[in-house]
Each structure stands twice: as structure tokens, then as C-alpha cells.
């Protein structure tokens, strides 16, 4: 099994940028293919990016596209999301997720894709 701990949520002007990290512990974090999702008040978890084992492929929503970049870091066990360009629409609890099946752009840009979950780590962003 693996533990994810994600960190680096605040509140940040409309504009600004933040970087989330998630910190793995466990089983062996280069096994995963990893993801971020998010959930604002009052809607469903939403897809946000994701990332293959080796960090090789990567995957973006519509909405993020281009302002946002997932990367990670196997020998620090830690996966990442740069933000930049936040909006107010961006704010939301952020969570990272990992599960051990192949990556798959169909399955990992689901909720239900994913065995493992990080407790979140809330970003508000001001207009």
C-alpha cells in the first residue's frame, strides 16, 4: 500500500501560482501512476491532471490546460502540481491519488481509477 500527504494549498490572489506536493510513503512510489483531482464546494471530485510511472506521459483537463504542469520526483517520492494563472474557479480542496493498473488516459481520469487517496489540501484563490 502506499500513504500520500499533500501539501501547499493557501489562499492566493486571481493570477498568482502555487505548487501542491504529494508525499508518498510505502510501497514503492514508482509503481504508481499518479493523479490530481479536485472538489469544490457543493460539486462532484473533478479530474485535474495525471502522471505515468516514469513521469514520461502526462494528462491534462481542458480547464487546466496550459496553466498547470504535474511532474514528479521518484527519488523523493513526491509528485507535484505547478499552478500558475490561478482563477477564482480554480478554488477547490486539491487531491492527489496513485493506483498500481497500467496507465490508461480512460481509466485514471476517473475518480473510481484510483485505489489510493491522498486527505487533500485546500486552495483558494481571490478575485
Known amino acids: 500500500q502506499v500513504q500520500l500527504v499533500e501539501s501547499g494549498g493557501g489562499l492566493v490572489q486571481a493570477g498568482g501560482s502555487l505548487r501542491l506536493s504529494c508525499a508518498a510513503s510505502?510501497?514503492?512510489?514508482?509503481?504508481?501512476?499518479m493523479g490530481w483531482f479536485r472538489q469544490a464546494p457543493g460539486k462532484g471530485r473533478e479530474f485535474v491532471a495525471l502522471?505515468?510511472?516514469?513521469?514520461?506521459?502526462?494528462y491534462y483537463s481542458g480547464s487546466v490546460k496550459g496553466r498547470f504542469t504535474i511532474s514528479r520526483d521518484n527519488a523523493k517520492n513526491t509528485m507535484y502540481l505547478q499552478m500558475t494563472s490561478l482563477k477564482p474557479e480554480d478554488t477547490a480542496a486539491y487531491y492527489c491519488?496513485?493506483?498500481?493498473?497500467?496507465?490508461?488516459?480512460?481509466?485514471?481520469?476517473?475518480?473510481?481509477?484510483?485505489?489510493?487517496w491522498g486527505q487533500g489540501t485546500q486552495v483558494t484563490v481571490s478575485s
Open positions: 510505502g510501497r514503492t512510489f514508482s509503481d504508481y501512476n
Open positions: 502522471i505515468s510511472r516514469s513521469g514520461g506521459n502526462t
Open positions: 491519488a496513485a493506483d498500481l493498473v497500467p496507465y490508461s488516459v480512460q481509466r485514471h481520469t476517473r475518480e473510481e481509477g484510483y485505489g489510493y
